[in-house]
């Protein structure tokens, strides 16, 4: 069973000038003369963190982390203006452009995903491999299976908490009750919007009481900027991801999937499987969402490492 490499630090970080009124954490870590891996962090609307490095061979890779628009270390944090997935796939070149990278393996968990599969169908030339996790398509019935029929049978109280804390209690109004003008109608929905999606990412590890505390300006943002993207089909056509995947054949594609992952059920995984039949799909039997646990971690590793391998032979 493998286990995260040690933590490092970066040997460089900056902010990228996109063009607009954004500045992209980026930040480069391991071997700079080794293999280029970027992190696609989930959301949209987190960042990344310090154990993301940990999931690559320091000695090996080349590891590149960004927070992308309005989020993390990035700049200014939640602004939702010229924020688009096309806006992200354009900071990805831009960044691969500045680091002066032929080629990169795209390591990529949830919206990470959806953003990894989008960014190689426009750049397929510039990227050596893909490891996908909790695939996520972005279509309207993944977002219908988070918000309205689906998950919702399984977490009916945590639900029934969700919808109270939304104008009439009537689901279709959550997008207008979070840009309303009543703040404390506001700060509500965030709060209950945040405990909902613990609730199901984390599943048997969610704990209510550490998401008891004020809500905070910070936390309105956050979660605004993960339904700025929702409310906007996430700036893409309908079934868009999977629909474009012929131009991906050839691009070495490791897909993990945990089976009770409830965030991104895995008729999502054996989907994008279907469409990349040359991939290698892999299945978690108890795992969830998170890239969190020894199931998960052992297979994320496993992936990275054996990329490595297969790129070093060439």
Request: glycine share 6%.
């Amino acid at each position: 069973m493998k286990c995260l490499y040690p933590e490092i630090a970066p040997f460089h970080h900056f902010l990228l000038e996109t063009g607009s009124q954004h500045q992209v954490y980026v930040e480069q870590s391991g071997n700079p003369d080794g293999i280029p891996v970027i992190f696609l962090h989930g959301g949209p609307c987190s960042g990344t963190k310090s154990k993301h490095r940990c999931f690559f061979n320091p000695d090996i890779y080349h590891i590149i982390l960004f927070d992308q628009r309005g989020c993390g270390r990035s700049e200014p944090f939640g602004e939702l203006e010229a924020n688009t997935t096309q806006d992200l796939i354009d900071d990805m070149e831009r960044i691969r452009q500045q680091l002066q990278i032929k080629k990169w393996v795209l390591f990529s968990g949830s919206w990470g995903s959806t953003l990894a599969i989008l960014y190689a169908q426009q750049h397929q030339k510039n990227v050596a491999a893909m490891i996908i996790r909790g695939v996520f398509l972005a279509r309207e019935k993944d977002l219908s299976w988070f918000v309205k029929e689906g998950v919702n049978a399984i977490y009916p109280e945590a639900y029934q908490n969700l919808l109270e804390s939304i104008d009439q209690h009537n689901i279709d109004n959550l997008y207008t009750t979070l840009w309303g003008g009543d703040e404390i109608a506001v700060r509500r929905l965030t709060k209950a919007w945040m405990q909902w999606s613990a609730q199901v990412a984390l599943g048997l590890d969610y704990c209510q009481e550490e998401l008891s505390e004020h809500v905070s300006q910070y936390m309105v943002k956050q979660v605004k900027m993960e339904l700025h993207y929702a409310k906007n089909n996430y700036f893409i056509a309908e079934n868009q991801v999977l629909e474009a995947c012929a131009a991906l054949q050839n691009i070495p594609t490791t897909i993990i999937h945990g089976r009770y992952d409830l965030v991104c059920p895995i008729e999502a995984g054996t989907s994008l499987a279907k469409a990349l039949p040359s991939a290698e799909f892999v299945i978690l039997p108890t795992a969830g969402h998170i890239a969190q646990g020894e199931e998960m971690i052992n297979a994320l590793i496993n992936a990275s490492d054996k990329i490595a391998e297969d790129l070093l032979r060439l």
